[in-house]
């Protein structure tokens, strides 16, 4: 009775308060001015209050009401009554609410989140919260716990995973709510990753877990305790009965992914003789749920006739799981099978054809989609045929489908976007994005990293930087693709602290962002430190992939590491990458720029798929090694195999001509390339031919070849003749090749110096002193040569005449025992290469003894371990070998019965006991287009001794040796 009388009186309660506030609503006045507004912005809210303590939706629409024929703003208490709306129970009328609001606060959207999960409509709840970055909302803690229950819900793995990273870019996300949903998921070995990886935990964090665990085995237990209780059908009727039972506990084990219990449930239908078959699609559904693709496959095969949703399921699985080719197959069974497929059918199967590169039949399947009525203008089918022509570089089609969708979205305009980029269509990816903006769809995160991409290849710094921000205000700033988009555009714009500081502030960086940042190192000249990072990944248990092992590989060339180089290769065939094309010529590479033509041969020859790259790593490192002969004949099998040389092939194959003097080879390729290139040879080829023919002595035809051949010849094209001017001593042609370079380029130090070491040479002093006069005044400076020598795993380092090195005096009598050796077996100082003035002979020929290489060997000699007495002796150079040094190496090779290798800024220089190695000329001091392209000067010579530098050695830098000469 008191119970009774409680209701009642709740109840008279509530007329009475909707009674009062519908008065009290009809007695507010229309505002006249903002004083009244403000008034009556107080007295709503306190009615709104009141409505919502009742739960009186019709109070609340009458109040709501008011607001509009009165004209109060009423917008301005729109999160309010978004509020209310929910309190009372009118989750509709809280949702135009919030439609009509211009920038709602963050507590309504989480109101609304909230509310959409508690009423089951967890989609609606996904797609607002997909909407928050858009509008330029941050998720908060209160958003994640409640979008991860509907995740939960929903038994969605895969975008459980995508919020998990999320996350883990956001610090202040309470964890319970990750560690609840993949423990809904049944995904306790992801729940427990998440719990350890909590620093502080809690009581209700533990329990979360524990719940799950508990969970999980309550399921199987149940599941298998009912399994076993079914009985045998003993009639039709009670068959059916447990079709509903087992029918039912399929659906359980797949909510929680037990396949455990699942088989166990399948087992009980084989022991009972229960018709399972009828089961069949079911069984498939949830074998696919658990994750065994096999067993679901197994159980396919036993239905008679499968309905088309398996069959739709078992294509998109293979497709997902990457065995495309098994989608295609079990897309070919389907007409044989009398099965016709649908638009799910084709949104799946065109994505597997991509892939694996099928262009007929994936033009097949468009034409197969049209004949059987399949709306090809649908969104989903419509953006699974973009991506198909796509990453088919059909891009015409690719458009023509694109323009042919009226209701276009993200993902279809993104598939294009894509599809530009890969293509090389930089240009068109943005004018594209462009549009995409300008029609209102609003960009994913996906896109905006296409279009970084197509920013940085175009190195559009101010573009990059807007879409940056852009990025930033759509909230995607912490994810991953993005993120390393923005580190690889700003890399390549070479603002490389920028890029630096993005990386800096990724939380948890993968795999990805650390090997574009690596890249960024590399190309930046801070090999050492991608080295370091590519350790430490290691020592963090994250496996390296091919494009990781191809940077490092890349660091290690630079900086002629061959030991480390080593290491990597044998990491490489343990974690089976050795075979990648990528790594491959990584490898190639490596090895041909540490001078081991032989290992640089055998990774070429282990590369399963040898492409243009690695052949082209390959030629060249034939021609830095001077096996010019092998690079010519690999060239001719590359086009007699049906490659088609690039740019890149002749650059390598003439430069090695060039390097042995092979005219006849050299002139076939270039008049091959007059022949059939469409745009004719670049300013590379033009190059590399001058060179042989200057080296050759055909000075006269490579002065003809710029002056009547070549329009607009520019700096790099007058300064290679100028370095073949200075081989053999033509002054004349040198001075009008020195002209046309100050022309184009005044101040030029390279040219300025290169001159004065040919009057040098010539003799003509008094041209010497005007030189080096004028270039005092213009402050030129001449980088000094420096070599390196490595001696139990520390590098020395020397420079002409040096004396600074605490072994200084053994140095010296070692060399001068060394030159008296090699006087013996025909040694003759060649004081062609002295460019200083000495008063007599004998100072002349005396100068050219201490050349930094030459002490560098006697210092190697001096350390040598005599255990290993036969070890070669590897000199490393910044400038070109000078000609008498060049002599005096092979000569000292013989007396020592050493292999010495010498690598300068061109090329290596191999030289055994037997006499020199490389059929190349002499190193002359043809300073080649390669110093060309990076601005420096032809500085063949030792000049004198300098007190820094700053040029490089095969990507050695000189910072690395300060102090490490003792």
């Known amino acids: 009775m008191r119970k009774l009388l409680c209701i009642r009186s709740d109840t008279w309660c509530r007329r009475q308060l909707i009674t009062s506030t519908t008065h009290e609503t009809r007695t507010l006045p229309r505002p006249s001015h903002p004083g009244e507004a403000d008034d009556n912005f107080d007295s709503y809210a306190s009615l709104l209050q009141r409505c919502a303590a009742v739960g009186s939706l019709e109070g609340l629409k009458s109040v709501h009401a008011r607001m509009h024929r009165t004209g109060f703003p009423y917008l301005s208490l729109g999160n309010k009554l978004v509020d209310v709306y929910l309190k009372c129970g009118s989750l509709e009328g809280a949702r135009r609410m919030f439609g009509e609001m211009r920038r709602p606060h963050i507590v309504s959207w989480n109101a609304m989140v909230a509310s959409y999960v508690r009423c089951g409509r967890r989609w609606d709840a996904i797609e607002m919260y997909r909407r928050m970055p858009l509008e330029g909302v941050r998720p908060d803690d209160f958003t994640f716990s409640s979008i991860l229950g509907a995740f939960a819900e929903w038994v969605c793995n895969s975008k459980g995973g995508e919020f998990m990273g999320t996350w883990l870019s956001q610090a202040w996300m309470r964890p319970i709510a990750l560690v609840n949903m993949y423990a809904k998921f049944g995904s306790l070995r992801e729940a427990r990753m998440v719990y350890d990886a909590i620093v502080e935990k809690d009581v209700v964090l533990t329990t979360a877990l524990i719940v799950g665990y508990k969970k999980k085995e309550e399921v199987e237990e149940d599941t298998t305790h009912e399994t076993r209780t079914l009985p045998r059908p003993s009639h039709p009727g009670e068959a059916d009965d447990n079709f509903d039972s087992y029918a039912s506990l399929l659906r359980r084990c797949a909510a929680v992914g037990s396949l455990e219990g699942l088989k166990s449930v399948h087992a009980r239908m084989h022991r009972t003789g229960f018709p399972y078959l009828s089961l069949g699609n079911k069984l498939v559904d949830a074998y696919l749920k658990c994750g065994s693709l096999d067993e679901a496959r197994r159980m396919f095969g036993e239905m008679r006739r499968p309905h088309i949703v398996s069959w739709n399921a078992m294509v998109a699985s293979y497709v997902r799981c990457g065995r495309r080719w098994d989608a295609i197959e079990m897309y070919r069974r389907m007409p044989l099978e009398g099965v016709r497929p649908d638009d799910f059918t084709f949104s799946s199967i065109l994505g597997a054809f991509a892939e694996v590169g099928l262009q007929l039949e994936g033009r097949g399947v468009h034409g197969h989609l049209v004949i059987a009525g399949v709306d090809a203008s649908n969104v989903f089918i419509g953006s699974a045929l973009v991506n198909m022509y796509a990453k088919f570089g059909s891009l015409r089609e690719a458009r023509m489908v694109y323009d042919a969708i009226v209701k276009k979205d993200v993902v279809l305009t993104t598939a294009l976007i894509v599809g530009y980029t890969q293509k090389g269509e930089d240009e068109a990816a943005i004018l594209m994005f462009v549009e995409m903006v300008n029609s209102g769809i609003r960009a994913n995160m996906f896109t905006l990293a296409s279009v970084l991409i197509a920013c940085a290849n175009l190195t559009e710094m101010i573009m990059g930087m807007l879409i940056h921000s852009l990025v930033i205000k759509s909230g995607f700033d912490c994810g991953s693709s993005s993120q390393t988009s923005l580190l690889v555009m700003y890399s390549k714009c070479s603002l490389i602290d920028d890029s630096l500081k993005v990386f800096s502030q990724i939380v948890v960086p993968n795999l990805v962002a650390r090997t574009a940042v690596m890249g960024v190192l590399v190309s930046s000249h801070r090999e050492e430190a991608a080295l370091s990072m590519f350790w430490s990944m290691l020592h963090d248990s994250m496996y390296p992939n091919a494009f990781t092992f191809s940077t490092a590989l890349r660091a290690c060339s630079s900086l002629a590491l061959l030991d480390l180089g080593k290491e990597l290769h044998s990491l ?313 040094c060049h002599t005096w190496l092979k000569l000292v090779s013989k007396v020592l019965g050493k292999e010495i290798t010498a690598r300068d800024a061109k090329r290596f220089h191999h030289f055994r006991d037997e006499g020199r190695v490389m059929r190349d000329k002499p190193a002359g001091e043809s300073e080649n287009r390669e110093r060309g392209r990076t601005g420096g000067g032809g500085k063949p010579d030792e000049g004198r001794r300098g007190k820094n530098s700053k040029q490089t050695m095969g990507g050695r830098r000189d910072d690395r040796e300060k102090g490490r000469r003792g």
């Open 572 to 884: 490489a065939i343990k974690l089976g990458l050795d075979g990648n094309r990528f790594v491959g010529a990584a490898l190639v590479d490596v090895y041909g720029k540490c001078g081991n033509v032989k290992m640089a041969r055998s990774a070429f020859d282990n590369s399963v798929d040898q492409d243009l790259v690695s052949v082209n790593t390959m030629i060249s490192a034939y021609a830095q090694n001077g096996y010019s002969g092998e690079a010519v004949k690999l060239f001719d099998a590359v086009q007699n195999s049906g490659l088609q040389p690039n740019d890149a092939t002749f650059t390598s194959v003439l430069s090695a001509c060039g390097n042995a003097g092979l005219l006849d080879e050299g002139r076939r390729i270039f008049s091959s390339i007059m022949r059939n290139h469409e745009n004719g040879p670049s300013r590379d080829h033009i190059s590399c031919f001058i060179d042989l023919l200057g080296r050759m002595g055909r000075l006269g035809e490579a002065e003809e070849l710029l002056t009547v051949k070549v329009e607009n010849p520019d700096v790099v094209l007058w300064r290679t003749l100028l370095s073949a001017c200075k081989i053999h001593g033509e002054v004349e042609m040198a001075e009008r090749a020195a002209k046309h370079i100050l022309e184009l380029n005044p101040g030029d130090d390279g040219t300025l110096i290169l001159l004065t070491n040919i009057y040098a040479s010539a003799g003509r002093w008094g041209d010497v002193v005007k030189m080096k006069k004028m270039m005092r005044g213009m402050q030129v400076k001449k980088d000094p040569a420096m070599s390196w020598v490595e001696v139990d795993r520390q590098v020395h380092t020397f420079m002409a005449g040096d004396q600074s090195h605490p072994r200084a005096r053994e140095i010296y009598r070692e060399l001068e025992e060394l030159v008296e050796k090699t006087k013996q077996v025909g040694y003759v100082p060649d004081t062609r290469f002295v460019l200083q003035e000495f008063d007599n002979e004998l100072d002349r020929q005396r100068s050219l003894y201490y050349h930094s290489e030459k002490l560098a060997v006697a210092f190697a000699v001096l350390s040598g371990n005599p255990l290993h007495g036969d070890a070669p002796i590897m000199i490393l150079k910044n400038l070109r070998v000078c000609g008498d």
